[in-house]
Nanobody, 122 residues
Framework: QVQLVESGGGLVQAGGSLRLFCAAS????????IGWFRQAPGKGREFVAA????????HYADSMKGRFTISGDSAKNTVYLQMNSLKPEDTAVYYC???????????????WGQGTQVTVSS
């Protein structure tokens, strides 16, 4: 069964850091790309970053470059999102998702986790 479970969210002050975890079932490897998206209250789901299981290819939304880092460990079936210099506008539910290819559109990902809440206070 394809399954994705996010964890690591929480409450942090502006300027702080969090590391998110996306635990994937082995069947998820049939989708070679894992992406992170986020959805703030009243807004649509937006792309954050994506990575191939091999780790050879990564892609970031422009607003996340220099602050967020995506990485993965196929042996642990886990993809990470390291978030530094957090801002209140980063507050959102963060989701990981699986896709056949690197993409920035929600529609390109066909398996999704339940999300983990990240709240950044000012």
């Amino acid at each position: 069964q394809v399954q994705l479970v996010e964890s690591g969210g929480g409450l942090v002050q502006a300027g702080g850091s969090l590391r998110l975890f996306c635990a994937a079932s082995r069947r998820t490897w049939q989708r070679p790309v894992i992406g992170w998206f986020r959805q703030a209250p009243g807004k649509g789901r937006e792309f954050v970053a994506a990575i191939t299981w091999s780790g050879s290819t990564t892609h970031y939304a422009d607003s996340m470059k220099g602050r967020f880092t995506i990485s993965g460990d196929s042996a642990k079936n886990t993809v990470y999102l390291q978030m530094n210099s957090l801002k209140p506008e980063d507050t959102a539910v963060y989701y990981c998702a699986a896709s056949q290819r690197i993409g920035i559109q929600v529609s390109e990902y066909d398996y999704w986790g339940q999300g983990t809440q990240v709240t950044v206070s000012s």
